[in-house]
């Protein structure tokens, strides 16, 4: 069951931002987010805003509904032009390409797609094939990310995923095959019954693929899904935090021993980070398209209204679908960047910190949380100690 939003404040019909505030889009980057809320089965660990045929949604009519989204964004704001584009889900590519393609088209018709702007897509290894790949390159897509979560059948179960443990490797090879360089695999780790070597294997299996990037999670069990109503029956443990814990150490060994450098917590990279997830991190602007789709411009963060039907409802009246909004003080806009930019490779500056923040900084540095050598040269840097202990951190520098 997909989470519920936050409150906020009324959005105007129009969907119109305060004062000034458009005049400042993309001042740092503006990304677009499409949100394909279609899956063809629900994960039992997934609570993302997704929709199975099942409960009455099918997809007839949305590429309609996202053009129409867009053209009453295009009335509110006009950024120099769009550096990112990412699709996600639910399962995008379970539209088929050609649609995909006809919003890509209507986003660089509105707004302008920069010479070398990132496009991604999700997909599931199981709803791609060389064809459809092949398809989605020449409308412009040029990076992909595949869920591969494991290769290990008992843990596949687990998470109810449907592929096979051999149909990520296939289709990172088909994506190859259809001229995609860029290449991201998603694993989960510490699933109630996942072996050391399982996870040794998944890991194994991403790098000879020969992807450019991987994410790495921790299992997060959400309240409402298939998942966490197993565990508070018995059937399945909870996630152990000091397997976790050890599946983190490995992967930072693998992967780095592999010529995969992280520069976010949970995601490394061979030479090219993911530029739209970085645009989130240090504070970017984007605009988010589709039922439940999150944004933020100057400040303003925004949401819109969850289900399809409602979303759908809302565009054919013309107003905007966005369910609320919270504007920002600066003080919070501060907090949140300092949250994010603390789980990236770099860091942030130290003078950023307030006074109480910075000695939290000095505590977090005695205790070998931050890297001596970047803190002496006026950075907080995580080490790897740091890094398993993130949310630690975070909240001892704000």
């Not at 906020?8 to 400042?24: K, N, Q, T, W």
């Not at 092949?134 to 592929?163: C, K, P, T």
Request: charged residues 20%; negative net charge; hydrophobic residues 40%.
């Amino acid at each position: 069951m997909p989470g519920a939003l936050p409150e906020g404040e009324p959005i105007p019909p129009d969907g119109s931002l305060p004062d000034g505030v458009a005049d400042v889009a993309g001042a740092s980057g503006f990304g677009v987010y499409v949100h394909v809320p279609f899956c063809a089965t629900r994960c039992g660990y997934c609570d993302f805003n997704t929709y199975t045929a099942s409960e009455g949604v099918v997809s007839t009519g949305y590429v309609e509904q996202v053009l129409d989204e867009l053209a009453l964004a295009a009335k509110v704001v006009r950024p120099p032009r769009v550096d990112t584009v990412f699709f996600g889900g639910g399962t995008p590519t379970l539209l088929p390409p050609a649609e995909l393609g006809r919003i890509l088209e209507g986003i660089d018709r509105t707004w302008g797609l920069a010479a070398d702007a990132e496009v991604t897509t999700e997909a599931n290894p199981e709803s791609v094939d060389l064809a459809a790949l092949r398809e989605l390159r020449a409308a412009g897509f040029n990076r992909i990310s595949l869920g591969m979560q494991s290769v290990a059948s008992q843990v596949l179960a687990v998470l109810d995923r449907r592929h096979t443990p051999g149909r990520p490797a296939a289709a990172v090879a088909e994506a190859h095959a259809a001229g995609f360089s860029r290449v991201n695999l998603d694993l989960i780790y510490g699933t109630p019954g996942e072996r050391a070597e399982d996870f040794a294997s998944s890991l194994r299996t991403a790098i000879d693929a020969g992807v450019d990037h991987v994410s790495a999670y921790a299992l997060i069990v959400e309240d409402g899904t298939r998942m966490a109503a197993r565990m508070r029956r018995g059937e399945l443990p909870y996630p152990d935090d000091d397997v976790a814990a050890d599946r983190y150490l490995a992967a930072e060994e693998t992967l780095t021993a592999a010529g995969f450098g992280w520069y976010e917590v949970s995601n490394w990279s061979r030479e090219s980070p993911c530029r739209h997830n970085e645009l989130y991190w240090r504070g970017g602007d984007w605009w988010g398209l589709g039922p439940g789709a999150h944004s933020h411009i100057g400040g303003v963060r925004w949401w819109n209204v969850k289900h399809p039907h409602t979303y759908a409802a809302r565009l054919a009246d013309g107003v905007s679908p966005g369910q609320a909004r919270e504007v920002l003080t600066p003080e919070e806009r501060h907090m949140e960047d300092v949250l994010l930019r603390i789980r990236l490779s770099d860091g942030l500056p130290l003078p950023v910190l307030s006074p109480e923040g910075l000695a939290g900084a000095r505590d977090c540095l005695a205790d070998g949380q931050l890297d001596a050598a970047a803190f002496e040269a006026g950075r907080a840097v995580l080490t790897l100690r740091g890094r398993l202990l993130a949310d630690l951190v975070a909240r001892a520098i704000t």
